[in-house]
């Protein structure tokens, strides 16, 4: 399929690359698709970015069947621009697809299109330290139909933001309140998946939380109440007397990149990894016993975000003195000079645009 490319009559002035924090600009530009049933995913196009013109009926708008990806754009010093394995993220968009009965896309079309994007808007990639281009595809039913069913017209939209540190405190550790009332997702449902609706059932426990002092949540198992699974917006590890310890993906917590990149890493240093269930209590234990090292979260937007303080009901447990440990550290320098191609990517997952 080619892709025409409309290019903007009126680019906007660019945002202090110091002050971007996350997710409050987008580019100039942005790539859409569309799905017909009977026809198949056609008219792959670049178009200036804007709004979107829906039916209000438009059957997203009432059941929510939408998915998204989000990935990342580097610019290293010698000028060259780079994906972090962005064939990843596609093969999770697809499989977010099939759960939420949106036909699939072609992969390597979509990191073609991207790649695409990302030429059109190269002079929207910030330079300044910490920061990158954050690129968000999504899919959702456009169809102007209100009976509940799959939706047979879709469209797929990729649009890019440059982006600074997801949280506010950049690598200084977050607080982090433990969730025991609302839960996000079982075994069976839809945690897997990058879907919106996951984030919409976040929101409460994440206001709550956020109104205590604390930046985001850590969901429990939705069946116990006991097993740890994820934080809103991050996988989550824990180092416990030197052994690696992250949940395991059961079906209900997200197969981050980032998690799946930071195992291979911490696995090629030698250190020892364990992807099992591990509850809050042997957390709450291991501090108690002197041996909770180290907590971190780990996710595109937010890269290695160290956790400083986690709250279980009336127990704080305040983490290596609230500053950030020397794995989560090694691990922030490592990811971020593989994908700001300050050292040498030995994995082979860094793509060029
Ligand atoms: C990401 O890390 O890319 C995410 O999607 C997290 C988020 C901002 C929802």
Redesign the pocket.
């Known amino acids: 399929m080619q892709i025409t490319i409309t290019r903007t009559q009126s680019p906007k002035a660019k945002p202090d690359q110091n002050n971007l924090g996350f997710g409050n600009y987008f580019t100039d530009h942005m790539f859409l698709m569309n799905y017909d049933e009977g026809k198949g995913w056609h008219s792959p196009r670049i178009v200036p970015y804007g709004p979107l013109s829906l039916d209000p009926s438009a059957m997203c708008l009432h059941y929510g069947q939408e998915v998204f990806e989000?990935l990342k754009a580097y610019r290293a010093a010698d000028g060259s621009v780079s994906l972090f394995r962005p064939d990843k993220n596609m093969a999770r968009l697809n499989l977010s697809n099939d759960r939420l009965c949106i036909p699939p896309i072609n992969e390597e079309f979509a990191v073609e299109a991207i790649k695409e994007l990302i030429r059109v808007d190269e002079d929207w990639i910030p330079t300044a330290d910490g920061t990158s281009l954050y690129i968000r595809p999504f899919i959702f039913a456009a169809d102007p139909f209100i009976g509940v069913r799959p939706g047979k017209n879709l469209i797929f939209c990729v649009i890019l933001s440059p982006v600074g540190a997801?949280y506010p405190e950049g690598l200084n550790p977050v607080k982090i309140y433990v969730e025991s009332n609302y839960v996000r997702a079982v075994k069976g449902g839809m945690g897997f998946t990058?879907a919106g609706g996951n984030?919409a059932a976040s929101l409460k426990a994440q206001g709550d939380a956020y109104k205590l002092g604390f930046s985001q949540v850590l969901w429990l198992d939705g069946v116990e109440r006991k097993y740890i699974e994820e934080v809103g917006?991050?996988n989550v590890f824990f180092v416990i007397d030197g052994v690696i310890v992250t949940p395991e993906l059961t079906g209900s917590i997200l197969g981050g990149v980032t998690r799946t990149s930071c195992i291979d890493i911490l696995k090629n240093w030698g250190m020892s990894v364990q992807e099992r269930p591990i509850s809050i209590q042997e957390v709450a234990d291991a501090y108690d016993a002197g041996k909770l090292d180290e907590v971190f979260g780990t996710?595109?937007?937010?890269v290695i975000s160290p956790v400083g303080l986690l709250r279980w009901e009336n127990k704080d447990m305040n983490i290596n003195g609230g500053e950030i440990g020397k794995i989560s550290q090694k691990l922030y320098d490592t990811l971020t000079g593989i994908q700001w191609g300050k050292i040498e990517d030995t994995f082979g997952w860094t793509v060029k645009v």
């Open positions: 989000g997801y990058k984030y917006t991050m996710g595109t937007a937010a």
